[in-house]
């Protein structure tokens, strides 16, 4: 069965760390772009991050550029997103998400049509 799940939300606090992880199922990653999408109580859903079909490509939202790092394994069929330095503005059920991509491209959020159920992170104290 095709599948993204999601793993490693949490409750942390202010300036910790987390590592979210994004395993498929059923299929393999490496011919996919992912992406991590979030979205807080009462906001739209936002693209956090995201990484080409290989990894050579990445690219973040600016308010966690330096905080948060995508990166792959595709042997494991895995992408995670480290982050880093949290904020109370973190808090976000995170989605991870795939783009079946022919060529290894610039990473597009707005091309992901598989997505995943999402994991909770709050950041507080």
């Known amino acids: 069965q095709f599948q993204l799940v999601e793993s490693g939300g949490a409750l942390v606090q202010p300036g910790g760390s987390l590592r979210l992880s994004c395993a498929a199922s059923g299929f393999t990653l490496n011919y996919y772009a992912i992406g991590w999408f979030r979205q807080a109580p009462g906001k739209e859903r936002e693209g956090v991050s995201c990484?080409?079909?290989?990894?050579?490509?990445?690219k973040y939202k600016d308010t966690v550029k330096g905080r948060f790092t995508i990166s792959r394994d595709n042997a494991k069929n895995t992408v995670y997103l480290q982050m880093n330095r949290l904020k109370p503005e973190d808090t976000a059920v995170y989605y991870c998400a795939a783009d079946y991509t022919v060529v290894d491209g610039a990473c597009d959020y707005d091309a992901m049509n598989y997505w995943g159920k999402g994991t909770l992170v709050t950041v507080s104290s």
């Open positions: 990484i080409s079909r290989s990894g050579r490509s990445t």
